[in-house]
């Protein structure tokens, strides 16, 4: 997994531990894609990408730095060849 990659993923459980109005589904779900991208060298999965990209979509305005976070996140990915 690149640095990058990992530097962003780290900014990701940084804003979710510093988000406590994040709803749980919400949060939850971050905490699964963030799981699923950890493992991402055993895996072949474009809904990661996918999914990640609906969440930043969902979180533009109410969660503007995580929607960020997560567009970065994807654009690393795509840039891997994810």
Do not use: C, W
Not at 18 to 32: F, H, I, K, V
């Amino acid at each position: 997994m690149s640095e990058v990659l990992k530097e962003q993923l780290q900014q990701l459980h940084q804003e979710l531990t510093n988000n406590p109005d994040l709803d749980a589904e919400s949060a939850a779900l971050l905490r699964q894609i963030v799981e699923d991208i950890e493992v991402i060298e055993l895996t072949d999965n474009q809904d990661i990408s996918e999914g990640m990209q609906r969440m930043a979509v969902e979180f533009e305005q109410d969660h503007p730095t995580l929607s960020a976070i997560l567009r970065q996140i994807v654009d690393t990915l795509g840039r891997i060849g994810v």
